[in-house]
């Protein structure tokens, strides 16, 4: 894991308005080192939109986001996709592999398009898809199950070492075996590896095993049970 600082992740004042509707309304959120927060919320109330202002690929009107110590926001465009790619790990529901590439190919594409040497993603990729209990072998990823891709897109997102791991309704797709592996492994994971975890979700089990759980509706991001 590259080193972030003691902050972990941090938003702070966060506004987003879009047509007429605020969906962020001065957020203030911090996930340290190994800690998980779960966000819940009623459906449009702009869950995803918060990971989606994380990530920098909308920009909000007001409020900063510092993650592993580097400042999200107010970046231009190059230096902010290379500040993503180098920070933030992210999961989302339908896992967004390429189905026709093995998860070694898959999970090895982000090393590989930020220029790094090819024999090095590979053997890291096989090594952290091992850990995560997946085949390595030539089986296209879209002939795994549902469990076995959503691990493949958290070795994915894991294989940058990233300062923060965000994930978008990890287990909104799979059955209810599978839901449990791998919120078991996304939770266990950023314990171990020491990473902050942000994850939305409409699941009340999977929310159960964040550290802390927050509501998002109206704008307002309190406590869950708080609002
Ligand atoms: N660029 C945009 N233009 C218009 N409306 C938008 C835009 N971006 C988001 N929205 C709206 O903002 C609302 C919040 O969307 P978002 O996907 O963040 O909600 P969510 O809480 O993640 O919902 P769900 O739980 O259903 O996934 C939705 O009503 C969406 O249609």
Same mark, same amino acid.
């Given at each position: @894991?590259?080193?972030?600082? /003691? /902050?972990?992740l941090?938003?702070?004042?966060? &506004?987003?308005?879009v =047509?007429g509707?605020?969906?962020?309304? $001065?957020? =203030?959120?911090?996930v340290?080192?190994?800690e998980?927060?779960?966000?819940t919320?009623?459906?449009?109330?702009?869950k995803?939109t918060?990971l @989606? &202002?994380?990530?920098?690929?909308?920009?909000?009107?007001?409020?900063?986001?510092? %993650?592993g110590?580097r400042?999200?926001?107010?970046?231009?465009?190059?230096?902010l996709?290379?500040?993503?790619r180098?920070?933030?790990g @992210?999961?989302?529901?339908?896992? =967004?592999?390429l189905?026709?590439? *093995?998860?070694v190919?898959?999970?090895a594409?982000?090393?590989?398009?930020? $220029?790094? #040497?090819?024999?090095?993603?590979?053997?890291? %990729?096989?090594?952290l898809?091992?850990?995560?209990?997946?085949? *390595?072998?030539? *089986?296209?990823?879209? @002939?795994?199950? $549902?469990g076995?891709?959503?691990?493949?897109a958290?070795?994915?997102?894991l294989?940058?070492?990233p300062a923060?791991?965000? %994930?978008?309704?990890?287990?909104?797709?799979?059955?209810?075996e %599978?839901k449990?592996?791998?919120?078991h492994l996304?939770?266990?994971?950023?314990?171990d #590896?020491? &990473?902050p975890l942000?994850?939305?979700?409409?699941?009340?089990s999977?929310?159960?095993?964040?550290?802390?759980?927050?509501?998002l509706?109206?704008?307002i991001?309190? =406590?869950?049970?708080a609002?």
């Amino acid at each position: @894991m590259k080193q972030s600082d /003691s /902050s972990g992740l941090r938003v702070s004042g966060l &506004c987003y308005r879009v =047509e007429g509707r605020t969906l962020l309304d $001065g957020v =203030e959120l911090s996930v340290s080192p190994g800690e998980s927060v779960a966000v819940t919320g009623p459906s449009g109330s702009g869950k995803s939109t918060l990971l @989606m &202002c994380i990530l920098g690929l909308i920009t909000p009107q007001a409020g900063t986001i510092t %993650a592993g110590g580097r400042e999200i926001t107010g970046l231009g465009s190059a230096r902010l996709a290379q500040a993503r790619r180098e920070t933030l790990g @992210m999961v989302f529901q339908f896992g =967004e592999l390429l189905p026709e590439l *093995t998860p070694v190919e898959n999970v090895a594409l982000p090393v590989l398009l930020d $220029g790094g #040497r090819h024999q090095d993603a590979y053997r890291r %990729a096989e090594e952290l898809l091992g850990e995560l209990g997946v085949p *390595t072998g030539t *089986t296209p990823t879209g @002939m795994l199950s $549902g469990g076995e891709r959503q691990r493949t897109a958290v070795a994915r997102a894991l294989i940058t070492e990233p300062a923060v791991l965000l %994930a978008d309704e990890p287990t909104g797709a799979l059955d209810p075996e %599978a839901k449990e592996g791998v919120a078991h492994l996304l939770f266990t994971t950023a314990r171990d #590896r020491g &990473c902050p975890l942000l994850l939305v979700t409409h699941d009340p089990s999977v929310a159960g095993r964040a550290d802390r759980r927050y509501e998002l509706q109206g704008g307002i991001l309190a =406590e869950a049970g708080a609002l």
